[in-house]
């Protein structure tokens, strides 16, 4: 639906605005997985991104190396 996507697009945008940040798939309701550039990005500015769009967003991180 239209909130679902416009989710989509808010949590993107957060994350591949990150320097170091080279790809975000993000899917709806709970899930992205995000290719960065290693030693480029922390943890906790991916957190932080998503954290930082308001209540409704929330952020753990599961590690693949």
Not at 3 to 19: G, H, K, N, Q
Not at 33 to 38: E, F, L, Q
């Amino acid at each position: 639906d239209d909130v679902s996507a416009s989710c989509v697009t808010r949590v993107r945008s957060a994350l591949t605005e990150i320097a170091g940040v080279v790809k975000a798939d993000v899917a709806m309701p709970n899930s992205a997985v995000v290719t960065i550039n290693k030693g480029e990005v922390t943890s906790q500015q991916l957190v932080d991104a998503v954290v930082n769009l308001g209540g409704r967003y929330q952020a753990v991180l599961q590690s693949t190396n």
